[in-house]
């Protein structure tokens, strides 16, 4: 499913084809119970054959149900052999069970606090207004839910008279297995669309298979030109979903730098 508009942002042959072989009739008549009749004693023959088969054989026995030997150390390690911990900085899991706004990349010099972005509440955005900027908002808020979604996390920052910049963060349970990947693959689908960017993106540096993307310019009688870009990516269960908006033109290196500096704060 993609963010709807509002987000500012066995076949028949031919006639040429070879005639196709006769059918051979199906018997009729008296022909046709004989038949049945000798398939019957032959699958009724071939069963009790089988049965007394089996019958004669010697039971097989089953495999035990406990095993004598498990992959478990015989005893506990001694207390000054035990590996330590990884540190926080190493230990992914560890960042991302804390604050999910920690994670959330630094407003840039220049930008300030967008006041009417009314989805946030203190940093924090709720599912249903994550499905609320999709074109199916009741699939995707069912997609949310089964999928085991977490928690959302969002920024949203102004600069100067018309540019805009939106992150998301969007979590999912650590036993989601690939959720989070599997949404980043979800939208960058459609992007190359004419509806949309038009275009293949680019790869964020270190980011797998993240990509940012300008879109083209759209433009309508008595509006001013609007112009967009998006990065899309994730790491870990986290999704990072990356909107700027403008008035004037977006350039590539506006849009990459934030993602970039996003990724790093992962």
């Known amino acids: 499913m993609e963010p709807n508009d509002t987000i500012s942002d066995a076949s028949a042959g031919t006639a040429g084809d070879a005639p196709a072989a006769p059918v051979r009739p199906r018997p009729r008549g008296r022909t046709a119970l004989l038949i049945a009749a000798a398939a019957l004693l032959g699958i009724s023959g071939g069963t009790a054959v ?32 035990v590996p330590a911990p ?22 840039p010099a220049g930008w300030s606090d967008d006041k009417e972005a009314d989805w946030l509440d203190d940093g924090w955005m709720s599912v249903g207004a994550l499905a609320r900027e999709f074109d199916d908002e009741g699939g995707m808020l069912e997609d949310f839910l089964e999928s085991d979604i977490r928690r959302v996390a969002g920024a949203a920052w102004t600069k100067g008279a018309d540019r805009e910049a939106v992150i998301h963060l969007v979590q999912y349970s650590s036993g989601a297995d690939t959720a989070a990947a599997d949404l980043a693959d979800g939208q960058r689908s459609y992007m190359a669309g004419e509806k949309y960017a038009g275009n293949e993106g680019d790869l964020v540096k270190g980011s797998g298979e993240g990509r940012y993307y300008v879109y083209g310019v759209e433009r309508k009688p008595g509006y001013l030109p609007f112009y967009r870009a998006r990065a899309i990516m994730h790491r870990g269960d986290i999704m990072v979903d990356i909107f700027m908006y403008d008035t004037r ?5 506006d849009i990459r730098t934030l993602a970039e500096r996003q990724l790093e704060r992962l």
Request: charged share 30%; aromatic share 4%.
């Open 50 to 81: 089988g049965y007394g088969i089996q019958a004669e054989r010697p039971p097989t026995p089953l495999p035990a149900l406990s095993q004598t030997e498990l992959a478990y150390p015989a005893k506990a390690l001694p207390a000054d052999e």
């Open 86 to 107: 990884l540190p926080a900085s190493q230990d992914r899991q560890v960042k991302t069970d804390g604050d999910l706004r920690k994670l959330l990349v630094d407003r």
């Open 249 to 253: 033109p977006i350039s590539k290196k």
